[in-house]
């Protein structure tokens, strides 16, 4: 499963349990970037989690049903949407 996918499940479960923080691994900083930059849009539409979670899954199907493998990743495609 994408990295990024399996980040936005984890904020998803992290939410639903009320978690306060995520933690990144240093290696990701990139990644993390786009994740708070992800966050930051989302709060400004007014997104819930579980709005995510139908984007992360609309995503999921995007990428199953496209031969293209260019595909952006999952934060890329959100800040897109978003």
């Known amino acids: ?3 990024e996918v399996t980040l936005a499940l984890e904020w998803i479960a992290a939410s639903e349990l009320g978690l306060q923080a995520l933690y990144f691994k240093k290696s990701k900083e990139k ?8 966050v930051h849009l989302m709060s400004q539409k007014s997104w819930k989690i579980a709005d995510l979670f139908d984007a992360v899954v609309r995503f ?3 990428h199953e049903e496209s031969e293209d493998m260019s595909l952006s990743s999952l934060f890329d495609w959100l800040l897109e949407i978003l």
Do not use: H
């Open 31 to 38: 990644r993390a970037a786009k994740f708070q930059k992800v």
């Open 1 to 3: 499963m994408n990295s």
């Open 60 to 62: 999921c199907k995007l």
